[in-house]
């Protein structure tokens, strides 16, 4: 395969350099491939500017379009702002989704990557999701912004009212343990300590206890990751029974977002989210497509979702239930028998955690697991996706 003449590779481009990799594989059978999208805490300010830099020409009219379906500078705000003023979740969601199909597009366009022929599986970390959704096509780019606009302006208020009703801080915090066992008698130690009784569950959980006074565990991420969410107070709270009752003392980090995401706090915004997906429009046009082009993971379910209303459902569920990123992988690796993983998106959490738990970095034989970051990233995963494309499966 030779690559293409490159007139402006931008960023790209070493010295003396004016070629870029065009992808053109079209092998009849290549191994299994999915490509997930990161949640909120991976935002960064100027993190579309390398894109723009690199692929104006395709870049700008996706960063139009963003501003003008949101009705507001929030390229902007992604490009210039502050951190503080990006973390705030009604900024971060929508700039990290709208930049990961921003991404997306680049490599669908400047590369010649056809997803839909490339691609069998999609799925999400919590607000990922929606990416995963889009590029599944299930949603259009523009519905996914505005409801996600819609969606995070719901959280924040339901953040500042609990801070309001209950003073002190509210947020997530991540916990890691030294193995799978150890996560193993954490989780327990923490449902008994939280008088929960069915795994997973948000339904089991002490309902006499208002929201605003609960800590839930909001992401089992991996086989020694989970996140508590809710009251920080009362996080470090649970942290020190666990330490003097339970034997625990799991690293703790405090993660980059401003509201207790998958908790019940965030009951309205599950309301809102049901309201818009079921609402009636006037051009009589669903929001969901069904079906789509590739089967989508569902967070809550940790398996591809299996019809339209079942989608709408989870999706609107998502705000409030257990984020089942280790049971999501565990299905495509153990079942699906998945063999290469493309993270598109910033930040490189996601494409960590899938690597750990499917014991791939980078690229193995068939295989691989790949992050794309960067435009220097994109095309070396391009490279690598059309070395492996031919390889036949064990």
């Not at 004016?18 to 993190?47: D, E, L, N, Y």
């Not at 799925?123 to 096509?137: D, I, N, Q, W």
């Not at 009752?245 to 509201?259: E, Q, T």
């Amino acid at each position: 395969m030779l690559p293409r003449t490159c007139t402006r590779c931008g960023g790209l481009r070493a010295a003396g350099r004016s070629q870029r990799w065009m992808s053109s594989t079209q092998a009849p059978k290549r191994p299994k491939t999915a490509i997930f999208f990161p949640g909120q805490g991976v935002q960064r300010v100027g993190m579309i500017t390398p894109w723009l830099e690199a692929f104006p020409s395709t870049v700008k009219p996706i960063l139009e379009e963003i501003d003008s379906t949101l009705n507001l500078p929030l390229t902007n705000i992604i490009a210039s702002s502050t951190n503080a003023q990006l973390t705030q979740t009604e900024n971060a969601q929508p700039a990290i989704m709208a930049t990961s199909i921003l991404i997306l597009r680049v490599m669908e366009k400047e590369f010649g990557f056809k997803t839909a022929d490339r691609v069998d599986i999609t799925l999400g970390h919590s607000l990922g999701e929606f990416a995963a959704l889009v590029a599944g096509g299930y949603l259009t780019f523009h519905d996914a912004l505005k409801m996600i606009r819609r969606r995070a302006e719901e959280m924040s208020r339901c953040s500042r009212d609990a801070v309001s009703q209950e003073g002190g801080e509210f947020g997530m915090i991540a916990l890691v343990c030294e193995s799978e066992e150890r996560m193993h008698a954490l989780v327990s130690g923490i449902r008994d300590f939280l008088e929960l009784s069915s795994p997973g569950s948000k339904s089991d959980s002490a309902v006499d206890i208002p929201a605003v006074q609960q800590v839930l565990i909001a992401n089992i991420n991996s086989k020694n990751q989970i996140v508590l969410s809710g009251s920080i107070e009362r996080i470090k709270t649970l942290l020190t029974n666990l330490r003097q009752f339970g034997g625990h003392d799991p690293r703790h980090v405090r993660l980059k977002c401003d509201s207790p995401f998958h908790s019940p706090l965030m009951k309205p915004a599950q309301e809102v989210m049901k309201k818009i997906l079921y609402e009636e429009r006037a051009d009589g046009r669903d929001l969901v497509t069904w079906p789509g082009v590739m089967p989508c993971i569902s967070n809550v379910s940790g398996r591809p979702f299996q019809s339209k209303e079942q989608l709408k459902d989870l999706l609107s569920r998502s705000c409030v239930e257990t984020v089942q990123w280790w049971r999501s992988i565990k299905y495509l690796h153990e079942e699906e028998l998945v063999k290469r993983y493309v993270g598109i998106g910033p930040g490189k959490v996601g494409r960590n955690l899938v690597g750990k738990e499917v014991g791939m970095k980078g690229a193995v034989k068939g295989g691989g697991v790949w992050g794309i970051t960067s435009p220097k990233e994109m095309e070396e995963v391009v490279r690598a996706l059309d070395d492996t494309e031919s390889v036949e499966e064990d």
